[in-house]
């Protein structure tokens, strides 16, 4: 397994922005699809994002196009969510997550490994 350690989560306005990382270390990490989900209190772990080992395939959840963008440095064993036009909604712990394999999945029980999650708050 992979071991993830997110950060950058923190404390926004609404139209804010946020860049949240994600370290991988103890496996190549290019040989992993990943994830960002989302948990609010008192709901369901959420997909957010997913991209592909190369970079080339990316997937969102409907409610984060066009305002959120996952990209990755496989040289740093790094991957990112850049967050702007947060709203309340986006209020939610933001975990990375790690599949072997080739294809995107938006289910979280897919994914193999996963990180302790940063929280982040939008305040209105």
């Known amino acids: 397994q992979v071991q993830l350690v997110e950060s950058g989560g923190g404390l926004v306005q609404a139209g804010g922005s946020l860049r949240l990382s994600c370290a991988a270390s103890?496996?190549?990490?290019?040989?992993?699809?990943m994830g960002w989900f989302r948990q609010a209190p008192g709901k369901e772990r959420e997909f957010v994002a997913a991209i592909s080992r190369g970079g080339g395939s990316i997937d969102y959840v409907d409610s984060v196009q066009g305002r959120f963008t996952i990209s990755r440095d496989n040289a740093k064993n790094t991957v990112y969510l850049q967050m702007n036009s947060l709203k309340p909604d986006d209020t939610a712990v933001y975990y990375c997550a790690a599949r072997e394999g080739i294809r995107l999945d938006t289910t979280a029980a897919r994914y193999d490994s996963w990180g302790q999650g940063t929280q982040v708050t939008v305040s209105s």
């Open positions: 103890g496996r190549t990490f290019s040989s992993y699809v």
